[in-house]
């Protein structure tokens, strides 16, 4: 707590050796009515969740596994889009703190050198029309230096990008710090000024996807985000658009 900047995020922390996972200790201390800006951090997850009902490896002492509780005031269409706002946060703080040159694969994941630094997963609570709150999940791989054989081609870690141990707290520090800027941002100006700056951290656009969903499979060259923070892809057929709940990406 020493390292903190925010002012509301990460006033109240919850740390913990071990959790099931951080999202589903910060959704029950959400639902309980705790402060915006709450944050659970644990040193490891027996069952770290990812997106699309995937795990996540989460080993002890050596990511910052953590999650934050926001009580945005704008209504729950909006919640996908807090996703690409963290994104935007995290991968500022990781470059600032790190200097190494990631960039973000749409929806929210973090790659360097086309492997994967961070994951973000965002769930939401919401009645009638309103958010109750919106909890992001984050998996900074900082300091592993092997990976399990299911991930060890796609997974990489900020220790192994820059050859030294990165300090978790210094980063979580500034992670927070960034997050609320974008967060006061978007309250102020819109997502549409946060999207901006996704434009230009994406590693995404100007490539040619590979679209993996539930019911199609596509191709073609992914050429901006909408306003709704929908991936939008020309095709032969024509411009798709494709939400982050229902497909993963790959790059042809
Ligand atoms: C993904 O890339 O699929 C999202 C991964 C999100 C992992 C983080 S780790 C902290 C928080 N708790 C979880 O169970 N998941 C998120």
Known sequence: KAHLTSRMLGQEIHYFPEVDSTNNEAKKLAANGCPEGTIVVAESQATGRGR????????????????????????????????????????????????????????????????????????????????????????????????????????????????????????????????ENVYTLVQQAGFESVFAAWRQESITLGRQVRVQGFQRNFSGLAVDIDADGALLIKTAQGVERVLAGDVSIRYD
Request: hydrophobic content about 50%.
């Open 52 to 179: 699309l009902a995937r795990g996540w490896f989460s080993p002890f002492g050596k990511g910052i596994w953590f999650s934050v509780v926001l009580r945005p005031p704008f209504g729950p269409m909006d919640a996908a889009k807090c996703t690409l706002m963290a994104a935007v946060g995290v991968n500022r703080a990781i470059n600032r703190v790190t200097g190494v040159g990631c960039g973000i694969k749409w929806p929210n994941d973090i790659l360097w050198n086309g492997r994967k630094v961070v994951g973000i997963l965002t769930e939401m609570s919401a009645e009638m029309d309103a958010i109750n709150y919106v909890v992001i999940g984050m998996g900074i791989n900082a300091n592993m230096k092997e990976f399990p054989s299911e991930i060890a081609a796609t997974a990489t870690s900020l220790a192994l990008a820059t050859g030294q141990t990165v300090s978790r707290v210094i980063l979580l520090a500034e992670i927070l710090a960034e997050l």
